[in-house]
């Protein structure tokens, strides 16, 4: 890519030293001015539907824009009502064909998916990078994770099991059989535009289900590569509809078409509710992966510098917007003012810049909208009384602050209760560190919320580990580590993070129902 001057800056609030390096050492996708036109060129902007991409049936386009510097990176078709209707009318069309084909051959078309998608890893980063403005080498990890869904669920295909039983009396044969619920329509988001899509596609073309997906209208372009790629993997025409739209509502529409029988959206908890309720009028199937708010439990007895690299990786990927970020960093308070140093050296050492720079640890924030969420939590929390460590301020940022939406590593400590920080799911590159005194007062701060999707645990005693593990109210609990996601485990959340889960063993039953059929014995 072509340098921009003054493209890359480090919060430099605070001097410190013993910084500890976390991020994984990759080769990254070196592409120049003439590459990415290219890219850009062979990257469909069209609908898909019914195997081909085609314009909006009312020639409608919105922009893509690139929050690195806010420039425009492609107009893309924006479907309407109509286009939503023609491509459920394919997928019912195709339903039982897709369904009766062997699933040796779903999995073959999986399989094909996985090696495509490693084969086109350097272009799909690069142009996650472009419409979202994320780190190449946290697009680079996104593409590598999206393309295990395939892999793992082309193996299930094969898998899906039945039962044959006696009933009790003894009068009975039980034969339970499970097959695909049917046409399903995907809502994605824009802050993992190609794995949020590969983890609910990848299950339904294993369990037998045609597909329609609208991505983010933020990032709308990885969704529609992979589209071409399903095509090159072998995939049946209309299986698979991908439907782009700047009007939400044009799509989330077919929840009012009975033909329509599942329903899986990850998103904010507000629209997911209101979607949701919306499905339950003709009882569609419904699983929803939704906001989170994670604490990041650090007991006195933790080793500080696990606890700190796994801060950085918990956090930090793709500027701190992951549904699963830790969100609420409850520190004993024996050990608190160390960790307080220790992340805030971290953070420190992280280079702000536009995404597509080899040397970004932090892109910009998806959009305006978003800087104005971070801006006005970390506001509100120092007028509440916190310390600011590091970070704070996007003006500390020079010309970065000009350019985008960009927001320094920040860290916080002394945060009032009654901030709204305490409350709100973060979605940015912000540590607000809180402490306790006690291990069932952490747990009761780590609960004190509506949420439960992710929560984290350190601690050296393997008996104060899973204790804290079985107690904290989340769906998802890592132990001494920062990573959690993993295609072969199940992936949500409990109150109002969720419902349903994706991934693991279980990802594939949000796709098949259970039928029961009685024979005499």
Request: glycine letters at 8%; proline letters at 5%; hydrophobic letters at 45%.
């Amino acid at each position: 890519m072509q340098e921009i001057s003054h493209s890359t800056a480090r919060c430099t609030n605070t001097a410190s030293s013993g910084i500890v390096e976390v991020m994984t050492e990759q080769a990254l996708p070196n592409f120049d001015d003439d590459a990415v036109a290219a890219l850009l060129q062979e990257t469909p902007t069209g609908l898909f539907i019914n195997g081909a991409f085609v314009d909006s049936s009312t020639g409608t386009t919105f922009a893509v824009t690139n929050p690195s510097d806010r420039s425009t990176v492609a107009q893309v078709a924006a479907a309407s009502l109509a286009d939503a209707r023609s491509a459920l009318d394919v997928a019912v069309q195709v339903q039982d064909q897709w369904a009766a084909t062997p699933a040796q051959e779903r999995a073959d078309i999986l399989l094909a998916a996985y090696r495509l998608l490693h084969e086109h890893l350097d272009e799909l980063a690069v142009l996650q990078s472009l419409e979202l403005g994320r780190a190449l080498k946290d697009s680079v990890a996104e593409v590598r994770y999206a393309a295990e869904f395939f892999r793992w669920f082309a193996g299930e295909a094969t898998r899906i099991t039945g039962d044959y039983r006696h009933n009790p009396a003894g009068n009975a044969r039980i034969v339970v059989t499970r097959a695909p619920v049917g046409p399903t329509l995907a809502i994605t988001p824009w802050n993992f535009p190609l794995a949020m899509g590969a983890r609910k596609l990848a299950p339904a073309l294993a369990a037998g289900c045609t597909m329609l997906i609208k991505p983010a209208s933020k990032t709308p372009l990885t969704m529609l590569y992979l589209a071409k790629l399903m095509r090159q993997a072998g995939l049946p025409d209309g299986v698979l509809a991908v439907l782009p739209t700047d009007h939400a509502d044009q799509v989330s529409s077919l929840l009012d078409d009975a033909r329509l029988r599942k329903f899986t959206f990850t998103g904010s908890t507000a629209v997911g509710q209101m979607l949701a309720a919306k499905a339950a009028n003709h009882t569609i199937a419904t699983s929803l992966e939704l906001g989170g708010n994670a604490p990041f439990v650090v007991f006195a007895d933790a080793d500080l510098d696990t606890a700190v690299e796994a801060a950085k990786v918990a956090k930090m990927r793709g500027a701190g917007q992951v549904c699963i970020a830790a969100n609420r960093f409850i520190v004993h308070e024996s050990v608190a003012e160390e960790f307080a140093a220790k992340i805030t050296a971290v953070m420190e050492a992280m280079t702000v810049g536009r995404g597509t720079e080899p040397d970004t640890d932090v892109g910009p924030l998806s959009g305006d909208d978003q800087l104005e969420t971070v801006t006005r939590l970390v506001k509100d929390a120092k007028a509440h009384g916190a310390k600011v460590h590091c970070g704070g301020d996007p003006q500390q940022l020079g010309d970065l602050a000009q350019l985008g939406p960009y927001y320094p590593p920040t860290v916080l400590s002394n945060i009032g209760d009654h901030a709204d920080i305490a409350q709100e799911e973060i979605f940015g590159p912000v540590v607000a560190i809180y402490t306790f005194s006690d291990d069932e007062q952490a747990i009761a701060m780590a609960n004190d919320t509506q949420f439960g999707l992710a929560a984290y645990v350190f601690s050296e005693n393997l008996e104060r580990a899973l204790w804290a593990a079985e107690k904290v109210a989340a769906g998802m609990v890592a132990v001494n580590k920062g990573a959690l996601s993993d295609p072969a485990a199940p992936f949500g959340g409990v109150k109002e993070s969720g419902l349903g889960r994706e991934g693991g063993l279980e990802g594939i039953d949000e796709f098949l129902e259970t039928k029961f059929i009685s024979l005499p014995l």
